[in-house]
Every structure is written in C-alpha cells, then in structure tokens.
C-alpha cells in the first residue's frame, strides 16, 4: 500500500502543517486506483461537489459543505466524479503535542478518534464562514513566513482543532467529557501502542495503575460500551490494518496479533466483522 509522508521543507525551513486545495494534490491521491494513507493528520473541507471515500474498508459518502478527518496510517480510496471545491489542512501531530507539551491531545478530539461517529461533520451554512476564515488565517500566514509565523500558525491550529471538536461533539450529542478523563485518554493512547500483545481488560487495568471494575466504569461513562467491547473494536481495527497494509499470510498477521493459531483469528474476525480476513483483504485491498 503506498504511503506519503510530509513534506517538511515545501517552504524552505522546516514547518509541520500546510494548508492547499485538494485540486493541488488531485493526481496523487484522488486519481489513485489503489488504497494509500498518510503519516499526517488531514482535514478536509468541501465546500462544494459531492462524493465518497473507501475508509477502512466502508464507504463514506460526503455532501458539502461538510468536513472530513483522517488521522494517520488509516487506508483510504477516494471516489468522486469530478475534483471537489475543498480546502485541505494537513500537520505533523508533533507540530501540536511538543507546543503543548501534550502527547493526549489529539487523542482528546472526537473526530480524530471515536469509533461509534462517522469521521464526517456536516456543515451548515452559517458555519462554512467561520471556519473558511481560520483556514484562509493559516494559508495566508504560510504564505507569509515571519520570524514567528510558527507561533501564530499553532494558535489558529488549536483553535481550529477545538472548534470543529465542540461542533463535532455537538451534532454527534456526545458527552463532551472525554477531554477532562485523562484514565480514558491514556487508555485509548495505550491500546494503540500494545493492542498486538495485550488483549485483556485486566492487562490495561495494571498498566493504568486501577482494578478491572473501575476501567469498565469509566469506558460506560466516555465510550457508553464496556473495556472489553473496546479492546475488541481496537484488536479488529489492527488486524484490517494489517490486511490491507501488508502482504503478510492470513497465518502471520494472527500470531503477530497473539491468537494461539489461525483458525482462533479467524472465528474472532467473522465474529465481529462479519466477513472472513480472506475475504476483506480481497474486497478493499484491490
């Protein structure tokens, strides 16, 4: 599958977000016939045309104006008649967590994160100027360069970020109170970085230093289902991951994912995917 990294150095000194069209980038992404990602957060807002996007093996369809995230490392195939009227922000998530010496950050954002609401936030109209205005703030100051442009660029990123996340948990009517649970955020960010080797509530329990009760307490309050159901979601996202990123044997990417022997993968696949991991790979992975 390919896989485009950012390009620090378009502007001469190293800098970690930009702002284009997706006319600009229309021939390497939109008219690839093959499933690619990225290393970088993107945002996208159309403003006017209509289309859809293969993501993670579902197809989203999107009418303008409306707004779609993708985080990193997700595969994705876009399908759109004709090139969209869309303003892209695209940055490095270090460009954000060293400036705020946050590493949960993102993670705090629904829209980059929350496996029960679509990655797409319609629009309505009053909304589209605010929003075109943050964007025209951050092109503009890119185009510009000052000693502290960088300064300045982060400030409109953040607040961009945090807008589209209150209008995001808004129209999804989620809770809005992931972003104070630092025990759900080091959850989410511990599952990304051990869900291969650790598949247990207990697991995740010890390693955030609380009992097994208290874990699915706190995932009923932030997520509205129990650890178990999230560890689940994660280990299956890993695995279609692994499926469509890889040409690894049906056989190697279950030992890399702890099952005791192929067949246990997957029964656990059909289970929750509905669809044998032979069958997805042949489905999205063409």
Not at 45 to 63: A, M, R, V, W
Not at 79 to 87: F, L, Q
Not at 157 to 184: E, F, S, V, W
Not at 273 to 279: G, T
């Amino acid at each position: 599958m390919l896989k485009f990294h950012f390009h620090k150095y378009k502007y001469g000194k190293e800098l970690l977000v930009d702002c284009l069209k997706l006319s600009e980038i229309a021939g390497r992404s939109l008219a690839l016939k093959e499933l690619h990602a990225t290393t970088f957060y993107e945002i996208y807002f159309f403003l006017k045309g209509n289309g859809s996007i293969l993501f993670e093996g579902s197809q989203l369809d999107f009418k303008s104006p409306s707004v779609l995230f993708l985080p990193p490392s997700r595969p994705r195939q876009w399908k759109v008649p004709a090139t969209p009227d869309c303003r892209m922000v695209i940055f490095e998530g270090e460009f954000m967590e060293t400036f705020l010496k946050d590493h949960l950050f993102l993670h705090r954002l629904y829209y980059f994160g929350n496996a029960d609401s679509l990655p797409i936030l319609p629009l309505q109209s009053k909304d589209v100027s605010l929003f075109q205005h943050l964007t025209d703030s951050i092109k503009g100051e890119i185009s510009r360069q000052s000693f502290d442009s960088q300064h300045l660029l982060r400030a409109y990123l953040y607040q961009l970020l945090i807008l589209l996340n209150r209008h995001y948990a808004d129209y999804y009517a989620l809770k809005g109170n992931l972003y104070q649970n630092t025990d759900m955020l080091q959850f989410r960010d511990l599952l990304k970085k051990h869900i291969r080797e650790k598949q247990t509530v207990k697991e995740y329990a010890a390693l955030l230093g609380i009992n097994r009760n208290r874990l699915s307490q706190l995932c009923q309050e932030a997520f509205g289902k129990d650890a178990n159901t999230i560890i689940r979601n994660e280990l299956l996202q890993s695995c279609k991951d692994a499926l469509l990123a890889s040409n690894k044997t049906i056989a190697e990417i279950s030992y890399e994912h702890n099952f005791s022997a192929p067949s246990n993968f997957v029964r656990f696949f059909k289970s929750l995917a509905k669809i044998s991991p032979a069958a997805y790979r042949s489905a999205y992975a063409d």
